[in-house]
């Protein structure tokens, strides 16, 4: 009988010490994958390593009695710079203005009233009852100034207009000034659907 309670102890301390082993990988893997979350290593482009990063950005502000929404699925701090990765921004204006902005990557100045660059950039924006779909390879946007600069070219079009040029400024009501290379086509409309 002596034996077989020594067994039975011997058997509790085995699985004791699976439990604690169990428990202890458990615990490094939890630490491991909080850790990954909270810093991210990026090797930014100015050569900084180990910045500090997080996923699932959102970012909401009121200028000039306009609602301006950012989000990104990820970005980082450099010196003096947020860089962010699939970002999408929605600005509602006071008057009936809308923008739907989409960009692969870009950068926030950390300091407020710089200039917020998107590349790879797409939108809609919808001035009253005209809806306009546009696309750039890159864009500066001065939200203060209520300005987008399409310095390297925007292609936009409507149900009755389509244009492109190699630069543009863009006013946050809609108002556009064009230049170089401007390309303006009108679409006669459908006069039998009338």
């Known amino acids: 009988m002596l034996s077989k309670k020594g067994e039975d102890g011997e058997l509790f301390g085995k699985k004791r010490l699976w439990l604690i082993i169990l428990f202890i990988v458990f615990a490094g893997f939890f630490a491991a994958f909080l850790v990954r979350d909270l810093y991210l290593t990026v090797e930014s482009d100015d050569g900084n390593k180990n910045v500090f990063a997080v996923e699932n950005i959102h970012y909401q502000n009121i200028i000039d009695d ?13 010196k003096d710079m ?3 990765e699939d970002i999408s921004i929605s600005i509602k204006g006071s008057s ?5 902005v989409q960009a692969k990557k870009g950068s926030v100045p950390e300091l407020s009233g710089g200039v917020v660059s998107l590349k790879d950039a797409k939108g809609i924006t919808q001035v009253s009852s005209d809806k306009y779909h546009w696309e750039s390879p890159e864009i500066h946007w001065k939200p203060d100034e209520k300005l987008f600069f399409f310095d390297n070219g925007i292609r936009a079009f409507g ?6 040029s190699q630069r543009g400024v863009v006013r946050l009501s809609g108002e556009m000034q064009l230049s170089e290379r401007v390309k303006v086509v009108y679409k006669a409309q459908d006069l039998a659907n009338k």
């Not at 306009?66 to 450099?78: E, P, R, V």
């Not at 009936?96 to 739907?100: G, L, N, P, S």
């Not at 149900?159 to 492109?164: S, Y």
């Open 66 to 78: 306009s609602l301006y929404i950012l989000d990104a699925k990820k970005g980082w701090k450099t």
């Open 82 to 84: 947020y860089v962010l």
């Open 96 to 100: 009936d203005t809308e923008w739907k």
């Open 159 to 164: 149900d009755l207009i389509e244009i492109e």
